[in-house]
């Protein structure tokens, strides 16, 4: 490899895959200068045509050369799209952006002289996607972790990976187990007072909507991100359609002693409620990126819908139930 750009719009996702391909780099050559650097705090691009001050190969590990689309940094820009017309074949320079708009024809360069990866999070229906991300992250830490726990962990963190990484790094610490299940998930969640995602869900599978409200209310209070308690809120939901189904333990991510009581949760969902519910998730999310009201109102309104039982298609009224 000469030349390589990641590009991405999540940092946690950007900074594990840069250090993914610069290990394999290393692994390939033990003498490998690896250098990293901000690109907006560079006046000019270190010197990559000569070789290392002890004759191996150099690394540059650039990050944020999506700042470099301005003014004040164009000499910087210029001189790297020109260093990108011809690479020195003896140094590998790696290229790390947060978005790509304002730096089109760098990165289109850096494509043409190497190779372009794209990192990006898992889907909202990309179950297996997720799982992997939360494994690895297990994994990393030289950590085995079952199912459940991984179940576990999509359910506190929800779809932040920066979160998800935080929660497993916590528990990590905090238990010696040879392999965590979500025993060891719950109680370390549970001991540092952030199960309350868990209860907002807990209460809107009850179909107790004051319930729901008084627990969003100790969730937005702890600190608990909006869109963490619509990830945990999307997860359960799923789990609750899979059980609906008739999945076993492994595809709800549970031990086999909770499924029963997964299936009896999710049979208090009138017929299509359900898929109305995880609809009415999509929309949760969208509202909370591009609503005026307040992001506690947005909430507040998704969390009594969801929690309030009702014949999907007939008008809707929480009064009358």
């Not at 590009?7 to 895959?17: H, N, S, T, V």
């Not at 000019?44 to 000569?50: I, S």
């Not at 309350?196 to 100790?218: E, K």
């Not at 109305?276 to 819908?305: Q, Y």
């Amino acid at each position: 490899m000469s030349v390589l750009v990641i590009a991405g719009d999540d940092d946690l996702l950007l900074e594990r895959e840069t250090e993914r391909r610069v290990a394999a780099l290393v692994a390939a050559d033990s003498g490998l200068d690896v250098r990293r650097a901000e690109a907006p705090e560079l006046d000019r691009l270190p010197d990559l045509r000569t070789g290392s001050l002890f004759g191996g190969r150099t690394c540059l590990v650039l990050r944020g050369i999506e700042r470099l689309g301005g003014d004040a940094n164009r000499p910087l820009r210029e001189e790297l799209e020109g260093y990108l017309e011809a690479p020195s074949p003896d140094a590998d320079l790696v290229l790390v952006a947060r978005g790509t708009n304002t730096v089109q024809r760098l990165v289109r360069l850096a494509k043409e002289a190497g190779e372009r990866v794209d990192v990006k999070r898992p889907a909202d229906w990309d179950d297996a996607g997720w799982d992997r991300l939360v494994g690895d992250e297990f994994r990393r830490l030289g950590r085995k972790a079952d199912a459940t726990a991984i179940a576990a962990v999509r359910l506190h963190a929800g779809s932040e990976p920066g979160t998800i990484a935080s929660q497993v790094a916590t528990v990590c610490a905090a238990s010696s187990a040879k392999v965590l299940t979500a025993d060891e998930v719950d109680a370390v969640v549970e001991g540092i007072g952030q199960r309350s995602a868990f209860d907002v869900a807990d209460a809107i599978t009850a179909r107790d909507p004051g319930a729901a409200l008084v627990a969003l209310s100790g969730a937005l209070g702890a600190g608990e991100a909006p869109l963490r308690i619509v990830g945990a809120l999307t997860y359960r939901f799923r789990q609750l359609l899979l059980a609906r189904s008739g999945a076993d333990a492994r595809t709800l991510g549970v031990p086999p002693t909770r499924v029963a009581t997964v299936r009896r949760e999710a049979e208090r969902f009138t017929p299509g409620e359900l898929a109305w519910c995880h609809d009415r998730l999509a929309t949760l999310d969208l509202e909370l990126k591009g609503s005026d009201l307040p992001d506690e109102v947005v909430l507040e309104i998704g969390v009594v819908e969801l929690a309030t039982s009702r014949s999907v298609g007939a008008p809707f009224n929480p009064l009358v139930h």
